[in-house]
């Protein structure tokens, strides 16, 4: 098996994966935006050490997971949670905070990169999605279940995420003086983003009760 095809494999599938934009690319953007380029990359550091481990149980237990639908019920009903949590603070308590603060506290460097761990972390899309992929390219013969071979596909899947992270830090750059990266416009847009998400989300319980 050529390992550099299947480090592309990772690269594609997962680049494809973070293209909609979401809770990650999006404060990605946020962060670049407020706090400067060096920070959205910090952050998009922490996401993509999460994506590597993600990954990486999805390629392990692709088939288990596939041939166990309970588990994936499981996690889509976790998420749901989550994502509403999030849509209310950003549509109903962030644009509450008080606008006298006209010099935010500047984080750390650390406190990015943790805050992208922990973001990555509570966003499970990937392990289903990646173990979905991943039985598929092995039913096509593109991927086996080696060690080497799953090494490399996790890298690129840490590689992709990282580009398509980058493309939004630098797309939203180009564009930060359009009213649409202001702070309300960028809290809406998120909180619309995951409330889009949640509602798919359940939609997808309810067929499967």
Avoid at 36 to 47: A, E, K, M, P, Y
Avoid at 133 to 138: C, I, K
Avoid at 172 to 181: E, G, L, S, V
Wanted: glycine share 6%.
């Amino acid at each position: 098996m050529n390992l550099t095809f299947v480090f592309f494999l990772g690269l594609i599938i997962a680049l494809i994966g973070v293209i909609p934009p979401g809770l990650l690319n999006m404060t990605a953007a946020k962060i670049s935006l407020k706090e400067g380029h060096v920070r959205g990359i910090v952050f998009s550091v922490g996401v993509c050490l999460i994506v590597i481990i993600q990954t990486y149980v999805a390629a392990i237990f692709a088939r288990y997971l596939s041939n166990h639908l309970e588990i994936v019920d499981v996690l889509q009903r976790v998420a749901f949670v989550i994502f509403v949590l999030i849509t209310i603070y950003f549509l109903l308590i962030a644009k509450k905070q008080p606008k006298q603060q006209i010099e935010p506290r500047v984080r750390s460097k650390h406190s990015r990169f943790f805050q992208g761990l922990f973001l990555s972390s509570i966003n499970v899309f990937p392990i289903p999605y990646q173990a979905y992929m991943t039985v598929t390219l092995a039913s096509f013969g593109w991927l086996k279940f080696d060690q080497t071979s799953i090494i490399s596909y996790v890298a690129g899947a840490a590689m992709g995420t990282f580009v398509m992270l980058y493309v939004y830090i630098f797309f939203f750059d180009k564009i930060k003086d359009k009213p649409i990266t202001s702070q309300k416009s960028m809290n809406y847009l998120i909180g619309s983003i995951t409330g889009v998400i949640s509602i798919v989300t359940l939609i997808n319980i309810i067929k499967e009760l």
